[in-house]
């Protein structure tokens, strides 16, 4: 899809569709009343006749209004003009793109960007605008021999801005696109099935990125290189499998040479079976999403190599399966991490930490400056906090509200939890360093105070994801989540 500016107004574009907002009891948006004038009040007589009157998910297509140069015009209703901020501007974005993509208009013009939101630059409106759209578009059809066809998807869109806001919405624009372009590769990785992606396929793909730009070096670890650095942890977990463990660096050069690099550390089980603890069948297929923490770092990656962003970043991914087997690894088994530390595997299916553990230890080599792991850890957390916002625990206040502040901006929350003492215990084992289980209470935490062991060098946070990086249902499939927070963190830190 094609993305450009302009500073046309909306009475005067040639174009199949200009999209404009309405609020909330016929309050014309700016951009709607000048288009208004010009089309000698056809928008306030049709909101007249009752056919809109500006309620948030409204929208109304008005084909061939006379006096302006469109075939089409797209109301889009806003809501309340009071309280309308961002949560409510995401909603009016993401609505007017899926109407148009729905639409016969191939190539729309939409002035949305002109609505106030408090608290929100241009810049920010015009990103969101290009990120709604890119993201709308997005079907997972790659595995489909007849693709699920629209009308006529939308392929070029210009957002209308004001004259002196072009140079910013240019840039706006180029980084909503990496940013888009990003999650839409931990989308499609993410929905891509167990049998296709597996360790090897996400080393292929990471390579793959890493032709993109000579400040991107990739790296594949094989089992054997585990093995000397003794991951035994790591290799407990893939001990189950036919497909071999692969452990995937990318090092993302475009700061300063020596200055500290921020270290992605993403969980990449490409299928949890559960192991010989097997989970029960219900929705097992969704287990292929246990790579999303991994599909996340590669979607970050993408979109800071697209937008050349001034800063060092590591992205480190233990992949592998969790399967039963003969050679798999049994409950009670003990085995010794790349740390030096024992853990006994009271449950083979809490193996995203036991791949993390060694993948975190292993990042000290870089000297990060922070460390965040991003991973689809426990059931306990879509539990705690549904499918709204990741859990996010750190052993760093000042990191997690950086963090936090990211994901507010973006869209894409995550909630603080608690990482006190007191929880660790619940990690006791009476025969090796400590358990890979904490039993019922707490989950979330009890899994970010296992990873706490092997991180206490560094300034580190968890983002526990399992809530958030798919939808389940009809509506199936990979949300691309946490890339746009990560990514604004980039960006802020960055900005610094
Ligand atoms: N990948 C799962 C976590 C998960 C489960 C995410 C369901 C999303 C939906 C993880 O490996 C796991 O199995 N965790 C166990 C931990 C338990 C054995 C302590 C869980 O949450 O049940
Ligand atoms: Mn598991
Ligand atoms: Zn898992």
Redesign the pocket.
């Known amino acids: 899809m094609k993305f450009t500016v302009t500073s046309e107004r909306p009475g005067n574009v040639k174009t199949g569709c200009v999209i404009l907002g309405v609020h909330e009891h016929r309050t014309l948006s700016p951009a709607a009343a000048e288009f208004d004038s010009t089309t000698d009040g056809l928008l306030k007589k049709v909101l007249k006749d009752g056919d809109m009157d500006g309620s948030s998910g409204q929208t109304l297509m008005l084909h061939h209004p006379a006096g302006a140069k469109c075939e089409r015009v797209l109301l889009v209703g806003c809501g309340n003009t009071s309280d309308f901020n961002l949560r409510s501007y995401l909603q009016t974005a993401r609505s007017g793109a899926l109407t148009v993509n729905a639409s016969g208009a191939d190539y729309a013009v939409s002035y949305l960007a002109d609505l106030e939101v408090p608290g929100r630059t241009s810049y920010q409106k015009v990103r969101t605008l290009v990120e709604e759209a890119h993201s709308v578009a997005y079907t997972p059809d790659a595995l489909k021999s007849k693709k699920d066809k629209s009308l006529r998807p939308i392929r070029h869109l210009v957002i209308g801005v004001d004259g002196a806001d072009k140079a910013s919405a240019r840039k706006a624009l180029a980084d909503g696109v990496a940013i888009a372009s990003g999650v839409e590769l931990a989308r499609t990785l993410g929905d891509l099935p167990g049998n296709i992606c597996t360790p090897s396929y996400l080393a292929d793909q990471a390579r793959e990125l890493g032709k993109s730009s000579e400040k991107l070096k990739v790296s594949v670890m094989s089992e054997a290189g585990m093995e000397k650095l003794g991951m035994g942890s790591l290799l407990s977990v893939s001990r189950g499998s036919r497909q071999p463990a692969k452990l995937i660096t990318l090092k993302y050069d475009g700061g300063k040479a020596g200055v500290k690099p921020v270290a992605l550390v993403g ?1 990449g ?1 490409t299928f ?1 079976s ?1 192991g010989i ?1 097997i ?1 029960p069948g219900a ?1 097992l297929d ?2 292929k ?2 790579m999303c923490g991994a599909a996340s770092v590669l979607g970050t990656l993408k979109a800071c190599v697209a937008m050349k962003l001034p800063i060092n970043v590591v992205g480190i991914i233990p992949a592998t399966e ?1 399967l039963p087997d003969g050679n798999a690894s049994k409950p009670g088994d003990i085995v010794t991490s790349m740390s030096g530390q024992t853990i006994e595997v009271l ?1 083979t ?4 930490r036991l791949i993390l553990c060694d993948a975190l230890t292993y990042c000290s080599k870089y000297k990060p400056a922070v460390v965040i792991d991003i ?8 539990i705690a906090l549904g499918s709204h916002a990741a859990g996010l625990l750190s052993n760093d206040d000042e990191l997690a509200n950086e963090l936090l502040l990211a994901g507010e901006s973006a869209d894409d929350r995550a909630w603080h939890m608690p990482l006190w003492d007191e929880y660790q215990q619940q990690l006791k084992s009476n025969f090796a360093d400590m358990a ?3 039993g019922r209470e707490a ?1 979330t935490i ?2 970010a105070c296992f990873l706490s062991r092997f991180t206490e060098k560094y300034h580190w946070a968890h983002l526990d994801i ?2 958030v ?1 798919w939808k389940g249902g009809d509506e199936k499939g990979a949300t691309g989540r946490p890339v746009s927070l990560l990514t604004q963190f980039l960006i802020d830190r960055a900005a610094r």
Do not use: H, P, Q, R
């Not at 299916?349 to 995203?352: C, H, T």
């Not at 991973?375 to 879509?382: E, I, M, Q, W």
């Open positions: 969980k089980v949890d559960g603890s989970k929705a969704e287990m999403y246990d969790n449950n299916d809490a193996e995203g991973a689809t850890l426990t059931g306990a957390c879509v890979n289980i904490g989950g009890t899994a399992a809530g990086a």
